[in-house]
């Protein structure tokens, strides 16, 4: 069993104040995540990420389509007992302590009150605010409540994890426990799905990803399939300030630092550039292929003037 | 009452608590205080009218001003700070949450109005320096009070489902005035014809009657309450409050929380 069936979910909202007009949020969006998987969610403000967690939470109705998580249907009780989640910049009740709204939390997930006292010290240990644990959130930091935020959604041991930008807020410090907490996650067994804007994270995590732009899913698949798909560029460095004219019709970038250039050619123009070099007599210092990365891939895929284009749902 | 409705209710009640709502019994206290010594010095055999009249409408006006501007936020303000989406994504209903909103700030104005009851029964003990077999109206008064708190809740919480809370506390606070007159629209509606008396019958029926929750003067001046009274009037805002509440869960039942 898949642990989340997404079928032709969509979201359409009325905008404007007197002559409301259809606005699309999230066109048909088909996708399935199996279990023990970590999958990203990746996109721009406004591709509709945020809009498609809160339909699999049921806080949005879909205008369309369906979906299920561990074969269950949104808003199913049986199922949001067995789920965890995190909202994007989470807010909490702010006159309670940690410890007390970990236990409200765990009780609403249907924990006893002896399971929730004795759970709730573990995962403040967890999330390192064990010396914070009666001290009112309204004191707290941005980084202490996402603590306190991802505490809650693996409190109750949920076999999917949602998680909308967990790492936002975040020093980098906090970033890399975030990551390690993940990781902890997944081999525990969990299905985690999480959306975010750091790719580099999504890189390093993620089993697959998929990519979200304006409403539509452009890409689905495993990072290195995906970053193989474009070719790849080499990076050259020579002693000299000398740059020869082929490279611009090569279509390389050369930066000339002191006495030496760094070049980025295309993979596919290794042989030309180099027979450049040699033509004017350069001595190559070296000679090095550079992976694609997600954010390269990511960039295109969703191009510049678009990525900065429309804003939240 | 299941378990989710009594943790959402008794974090509704915590809340109120930590944010000072009760602090009024510190001003409710100081008044009682000042009117029993005032009204010893200058009344003349009346100083029981006096206490009870002042005591049971500054516990009906403190109530009422608590129920509207805690009962606007209950909802609205959990959907601007986002942290209804941690309550509604676990096996919370939605009506669950409505219902558990709705009996937290109840209970917050059941034990409030309990320590008020307490200074205006201390008032008076000072006043007559003993209880009348005509004090227990004084308990009867305040049973009706917290029924209307009860219909002011459920409206303040209706509005909040909706609308913003400056509307929310509009709306609510012109129902509880209109409601006050609810007896005169009444008969009101009673002397018009036609379609007219139709419309005016409805919207007569349709705004809570406060009025006849409102049984203070009476006690006041040692006069008993029927105990039909009491069952039709504890039927009435059970029956209004539910139907309120009702309607509160089908409208947030269909919300969107964008």
């Known amino acids: 069993m898949s642990a989340i069936e997404i079928l032709g979910l969509e979201k359409t909202y009325p905008v404007g104040f007197w002559r409301k007009r259809p606005k699309r949020a999230l066109k048909p969006l088909s996708l399935t995540i199996e279990e023990g998987e970590i999958f990203g969610f990746l996109g721009p403000n406004g591709a509709g990420k945020t809009t498609t967690l809160k339909m699999l939470m049921g806080l949005v109705f879909p205008s369309g389509g369906t979906a299920r998580i561990l074969g269950r249907p949104i808003g199913d009780p049986a199922m949001q007992a067995q789920i965890g989640f995190l909202p994007e910049q989470p807010y909490f009740y702010d006159h309670l302590t940690p410890r007390e709204l970990l236990t409200y939390y765990g009780q609403l997930s249907g924990l006893t009150t002896k399971e929730a006292e004795r759970k709730v010290p573990e995962m403040l240990d967890r999330v390192g605010l064990r010396d914070a644990a009666n001290v009112q959130l309204r004191k707290f930091s941005k980084g202490m409540l996402q603590r306190v935020g991802i505490a809650q959604s693996i409190l109750h041991n949920p076999k999917v994890v949602f998680l909308d930008e967990p790492m936002s807020g975040l020093d980098p410090m906090g970033r890399h426990e975030v990551r390690d907490l993940i990781e902890q996650l997944k081999h525990e067994g969990k299905t985690i799905f999480f959306s975010t804007h750091i790719l580099s994270d999504a890189e390093a995590l993620c089993d697959r990803v998929a990519i979200l732009h304006l409403g539509e899913l452009r890409k689905v698949g495993a990072v290195a399939d995906l970053t193989s798909a474009i070719g790849g560029r080499i990076e050259l460095v020579w002693r000299g300030a000398t740059i020869p004219q082929a490279f611009s019709a090569l279509g390389a970038e050369c930066h000339a630092t002191g006495d030496t250039v760094r070049a980025l050619v295309p993979e596919s123009s290794q042989e030309a550039a180099m027979e450049a070099l040699r033509r004017e007599g350069l001595r190559l210092i070296s000679l090095t292929p550079l992976r694609t990365s997600l954010e390269d891939y990511f960039v295109s895929q969703v191009k510049p003037s678009e990525a900065t284009a429309g804003g939240k749902p | ?258």
């Open chain 2, 1 to 258: 009452m299941s378990g989710r409705i009594l943790h959402i209710a008794s974090n509704t009640f915590r809340e109120a608590v930590r944010d000072r709502v009760l602090y009024n019994l510190i001003v409710f206290a100081l008044l009682m205080c000042g009117a029993a010594i005032l009204v010893g010095q200058i009344s003349i055999d009346i100083e029981r009218l006096v206490v009870v009249n002042l005591g049971l409408t500054a516990i009906s006006i403190f109530g009422i001003v608590i129920a509207i501007f805690i009962g606007i936020g209950l909802v609205s303000k959990e959907i601007e700070k986002r942290t209804l989406y941690t309550v509604l994504s676990r096996p919370v209903r939605r009506w669950e949450f409505i219902a558990g909103k709705f009996f937290g700030l109840a209970g917050t104005l059941i034990v409030n109005t309990f320590f008020m009851a307490i200074g205006v029964f201390a008032a008076l003990l000072y006043v007559s320096h003993h209880f009348q077999a005509s004090d227990a109206g004084v308990l009867v008064a305040l049973y009706f009070i917290i029924l209307q708190f009860l219909i002011i809740v459920a409206l303040a919480l209706f509005f909040s489902s909706f609308s913003s809370p400056l509307l929310s506390a509009i709306f609510a606070f012109a129902l509880f005035i209109i409601g006050t007159f609810a007896e005169d629209l009444r008969g009101f509606a009673a002397l018009t014809h036609g379609a007219e008396r139709w419309l005016a019958t409805g919207a007569a029926y349709l705004v809570p009657n406060i009025s006849a929750l409102n049984v203070i003067s009476q006690v006041a001046h040692g006069e008993p309450v029927a105990g039909q009274l009491i069952l039709y009037n504890t039927g009435y805002a059970l029956l209004y409050s539910a139907m309120v509440l009702f309607g509160a869960i089908l409208i947030f039942e269909h919300r969107n929380l964008k």
